[in-house]
Every structure is written in C-alpha cells, then in structure tokens.
C-alpha cells in the first residue's frame, strides 16, 4: 500500500479544529502523525499548493437504483460520481427493486458495493414492508444485515400509529429513522411548490404545510419515543422553525437541507423544465433563506444531495409526467461553496463540517475526520478553479443536473478512499 | 409592425400590440364567415393536424372549421386513437405527425406546459388549445374580441370572472388578456378555488357576489365540475348554487348593459340560471362564432400571414 505525503495543503479538519497550512501523511491506509525519514523519502508526494485538504466528504441521501433501475444508476456508476465529487461515504435509500425490506436485498446490495463500489456505500432498510405503510419491516434482521438506518424515503409512513411504533423498535437497536416529510393527503397530483409560480402555471401545488406538519409530527414522536428521527430534505421555511423549537427543548431530532434547496426557488419552473423538478419541490426565496438561516444557527445539522438518477427519456417528458429528482453528488460541493461561502459568508470550515464530521456524527460512523489513526478517506479540491460541468461527460450513468452546462467553482482534484486514490485528474484509478 | 410568431403557445407572453393584430385579423376575417362562400385559400396546400389528447367538442371544431374555411387540410386525432395509449411518448408522436408532412400541430393537452415542451423541438407552429389548468390563448382572445365587439374598449372597464379559477386554464387566459387590455379584472368564487395568489396576477380577489358583481360590465362563468366536490373544494352543487350561482336577482346588481359569457359546456342551473343562459344579455353562442374568426386569425398568422394582407388599409 502506497505512502503518501502530502505538501502544502491548507488543511481544514473541523473535528479537530484545525485549518492551516500543512502536510498530511497517509501510510497503510490511515493517516498518520509524521513519517519516519527513510518514509519521507519513499512517500509519493503530493503538491496540494493552493487546495483544501479535508475529510472525504459523507453523502446521507443518494440513490443509487440497484437492485432493479439499473438503467439509471448502479452502484459502479453512482459510487464513481460520489469519488469525482470528493464523497467518500454515501449512504443508499431504500426504494430500489425490488425495495430493501429484508435482509436477503440488503445482503444483494453489500454484494455489489463489495464488488463494484470505489467509495464507501452504505445501505439502508425500509421501515415497512414494501414501503407500504401498512406493516413494520424486519428492522432486527436488517440492523443486523448491514443498514445505517431505516427510511421509507419518498413514501413518508402516513399512519402516525406506525410511526411511532417504527420509532420505539428502531429505538432498541440505535437505529436512526429517516424521513421524508410529505402529507400525501395534501400533495394528490402535485408538481410543485403551491404559490404564486403554481398558480401562474397552472400546475398542481404541493404546499409547505404538507410538509410542515410531519416535521411537526416527527419532533412529537420523537419526544414521546425518544427516538432519532433525521428529517430529509428540509425544504419549508415553518418546518426550519418547527425544527428550532423542538432542538431546543432537547428533541433528538436532525435535519438535512440539498444543495438545490439552498441554491433555486421555484422562479426556476418558469419553462417547465423538468430538471427543475424534485420532491420536495424547489420553494421560494423567502424558503430559500429560512433554510440557509436554519444551517447557519445549526438547526439543519448537514447538507445532502439526494442524488436522484433519471435517464434522459424520463425526464424528456411533460412536466407532469416526468420523475421526480436530480444528480447531486458531482456538483454538490462547488453548489454548497457558492451559496454558503462565497454568497452567505459562512467559513469554509464550518461548511466542511456540514458535509463531514456532521453526517458521520449523525449515523455514527467512524469518518469525517483526518485524525492520525483513522481511515484516510480524504478529498482535495480547488476552492476557486472554475470549470464547466458537463453532465453528460459526468461519472453518474443518467444526466439529470439544473447545473448541465454550468460554469462552477471549486473543484475536486483527488479523492481518497482508505489511503487509496479513487479520482485523480478527472479520472477514477 | 409585421407578425413574427411562429407558435401561439400563452396569452402571457402576447405584448398588447400582438393581442391587437389578432383581433384586427379576425374582424377581417369575421366578414368571410358571413358570406354565402364562407372560404378563403390563404392556407391551400398547407396540412395541420389538431392533436387532441384530453376532450373538447367545441374547441376541437372551432379549430378544426377556421382551418377548413382558410383552405387547410385538417386532420384530427385524439387521445383515444393516438399510440399514446400505447405508450408512446408525447415527443414520439408529435415527431411523427411530422414527418408525415404536417405543417402545423394545434395541442391539446391534460398537462400544463405541453406546447411550449413541443415547441422546443418542433420547427413547425404549436397552437396551444388549452394545456391542463395553464392556458387557453384562443379561448382568452376570444373572449376578449367578444367584449371589445360589445364595449369598444376595456380600458377600465370592470369585468368579473366567476366560479372554479383554480382549476381553470380560460381564467388564466383571461385575467392576461384582460390585464394587458386594461381591464378593472375581479375573481369570484368560493375561497377554495380562488386562491389569494391570483392577486400577484394584476387582479383583485373576492368571495363576496353582491359587491364584486355591482356595476360590472362583463360576468364570465366558469364551469363548475362536480369531481371539486369530492376533492373537498366546496361542500354541494347545492350550496355551489346557492352562494354563487347567478340567477335573475343577482344579475340585476350588475350594469344594466352587462354582458353575460361562458366558455361552455354550461351547466344549466348550476353555475348559471337556465333563463339567463337564454337571455337577451347572453353572448355564450357569439363567443362560439366568434371562436372561428380568432382561430383563423390564429392560424393565418402564425403560418407566416400577415395583418396587413387580410385587413383593409382603412382600418
């Protein structure tokens, strides 16, 4: 296994506080303090002149489609688009095909991401049989299979009843429930944000209560169970307050907020163009804003992509009938700097945290860390080299990205996985 | 000013200026329609195919008329006997009639955006017939080529639009027609399917008939659709009618010289009394024949025709 010293980084590792200049030393697969002379002299060098070097970025909401929509994205694919965007772990959503509702699936899945993966990919199980709604899932026997924690990611669990018991079996094994927030009573046929833009488009809206009110549920669950519930893709400005109240009472909730949460509203849809289109929908300014706040004062604990693969013929589609979601994991770190640095001011560490040590915190994972002795999973990036995003060039198998054609800044230069360079030069090694 | 749009697709992205050379172009052609040959060969040799993918009788054969009196060969499809219900999709199809040699596709469509998808790709003319619950140009134009025959001009002028809005593409038509021509524009309706942000629209929202309705020179009724009913958007037909329906008392808060409109189907003694419906202040079947006339004014010009060519100098 190679040696790696690498020069001149600014190195920013918010677990330990740190960001200055330096090196870093990467041997065995782990970084270390120092190296011995006769090391030193065997390390392969790496000139990180004028790169940030930190820890491998996590990704807690992809989709990576296999088992069974493989035509969209496969755990080769979607793993190679997470090293070109500096991840290092991502964890995998449950509603594949068929859906991860049981061990055997997940054991599938761990199968492929063994065989094929370049980063670290973490499955998830399903809380009901199906996704349905209707009946708890193994959660015991997927725990033990391998899952981070139990999401019906798009088919928010309806029954409040279920929910709760969801939250006091999972509870037993420390697992986390995930959920994506959405009263689907209120959201029958919506397209898209409910408000001036739905009105003036005649397309059906999906209003913010929809999911404010599961939000509202979940921190009540959450209280009464004492379970960890992380709420998906924060995208209303009264959920973000909802949220607030709730932490500051102690509720063990957390919240994650998409890069294109935080960088469009629903101005966007002005064409109907239907990458534009997600669940939950692209909102307004006012949305926009309470989300960017909520991350500032640490009410929405990290950022994820909920990368959503979609062919070109899906999405090529009326409005109405196109899928819901977007490519995240090869744009999200120039999208998240330009919205949170260089617009909103945060400190570059601080944003290292919401995609590192934060993510891992939340599902308890040994990563997000530069640590001497942990796992060298480590991303080097350009903070302000421009480059066009070419999605369709890209590693994800689909193109589905707002951000096709985009001229971006910051830019992963190298990506490393256990000590071993997965993406270097534009390229997967 | 020449004509230089290919595509009719919104009322929105009309300037006042376009809306005007439609109108002009009507009126000419209005006059054919009153002739004992009521055919022109402005569009000989050209072939348009009406892609109907949701219902309409009335459109459909206003459309299907204004092409045949301008010379046109028509051929119409609908959602039935189209290779959508075979899964093909809308890009699929829209090629196709295409490449079979139409020089023009006038869509109608379940979902909002449809026209202006096929424009993208098409480089032939897409009339847009009506697009989910977005727009319906030549409903709008129609519309308002109607009111401007009967009051010279909008400007001012206080025109209500009544029942469901929400769901309604000829609403939105409208209210941009009508907002462009300088009309005083009111939504009415239950607060259910008249949603405040129609106000970021240029038009005032009410829920109150009596002051909404008083003096208003224009009343357009909508159609209410009883599957709103279910979806919980008001309680009964019943009390629909009871709280808006328009009937012999109610008009009479309106100007005396009002007119009464509808884009049908009525539903007679639901959202309009039948005797109204019938009555001397009804414009409901001038709409109709007047749809003709604006759609071959559609037509003409959005196949390279211009106004100058149909409208006498004097005009």
Known sequence: ?429 | MPWTRRHLLTIEELSLAEIGQIHATATAFKKILGRSVKKVPALRGKTIVNLFLEPSTRTRMAFDMAAKRLSADVISLDGASSSTTKGETLRDTAENIRALGADMIILRHAAAGSPLYLSKFLDIPVINAGDGAHEHPTQGLLDTFTMLEHLGSLKGRKVVILGDILFSRVARSNIHALTKLGAAVTLVGPSTLVPHWFTDLGVKVSHDLRSALADAEVVMLLRIQHERQSSGHFPSLGEYTSMFGLNKTRASWLNPKAIIMHPGPINRGVEIDSELADGDRSVILEQVTNGIAVRMAVLFLCSGGQPESVIPASA
């Not at chain 1, 509202?216 to 209303?236: C, F, K, Y």
């Open chain 1, 1 to 429: 296994m190679s040696t790696y010293w690498i020069q001149n980084a600014r190195i920013i590792d918010p677990a330990a506080k740190r960001d200055a200049l330096g090196d870093l030393y990467i041997s065995d697969g782990k970084f270390v303090a120092t190296l011995s002379a006769a090391a030193k002299k065997r390390a392969k060098k790496i000139d990180a002149t004028g790169l940030v070097a930190c820890p491998g970025l996590i990704d807690v909401h992809v989709h990576f489609r296999e088992p069974g929509q493989t035509h969209k994205e496969t755990i080769a694919t979607g793993s190679r688009a997470a090293a070109a965007g500096g991840f290092t772990t991502v964890v995998c959503m449950p509603n594949t095909a068929p859906v991860a509702d049981n061990a055997g699936t997940i054991q599938l899945i761990n199968d492929s991401v063994r065989r094929d993966a370049v980063v670290r990919v973490l499955p998830t199980g399903c809380i009901t049989v199906g996704m349905k709604g209707a009946a708890l899932a193994p959660i015991g026997s997927l725990k033990r299979a391998g899952v981070v924690a139990i999401t019906d990611d798009g088919d928010c669990v309806q029954s409040n009843e279920l929910m709760r018991r969801a939250c006091e079996y999972a509870k037993m094994f420390d697992l986390p429930i995930m959920d994506h927030c959405q009263d689907h009573s209120m959201t029958v046929g919506a397209v898209m944000n409910e408000g001036v833009m739905s009105t003036r488009l005649g397309l059906r809206g999906w209003p913010n209560a929809a999911e404010d009110l599961i939000v509202a549920r979940n921190a009540i669950l959450s209280e009464h169970t004492g379970a960890h519930i992380h709420l998906q893709h924060i995208s209303s400005r009264h959920s973000v307050d909802i949220i607030r109240r709730a932490k500051a009472r102690g509720v063990k909730i957390t919240a994650e907020a998409t890069p294109h949460h935080i960088a469009l509203t629903d101005e966007s849809l002005a064409t109907y163009d239907t990458h534009f289109k997600m669940n939950p929908p692209l909102r307004t300014e006012e949305d926009r804003r309470a989300i960017i706040a909520g991350l500032r004062d640490g009410t929405i604990d990290i950022i994820a992509t909920d990368h959503a693969p979609h062919t070109d013929y899906e999405k090529d589609k009326e409005f109405d009938f196109a899928p819901n979601g977007i490519l995240g994991l090869e744009t999200a770190l120039p999208v998240t700097l330009a919205i949170l640095v260089r617009q909103e001011k945060f400190k570059l560490p601080f944003v290292i945290d919401l995609l590192t040590r934060r993510p891992a915190q939340l599902l308890g994972l040994p990563a997000g860390t530069l640590a001497a002795g942990a796992a060298a999973d480590l991303c080097l990036f350009n903070p302000n080299e421009d480059w066009a995003y070419d999605a369709k060039a890209g590693f994800s198998k689909s193109s589905n990205s707002p951000w096709h054609g985009a001229t971006l800044t910051g830019r992963v230069k190298t990506t490393f996985v256990a000590g071993k360079i997965v993406f270097a030069q534009g390229k997967i090694l």
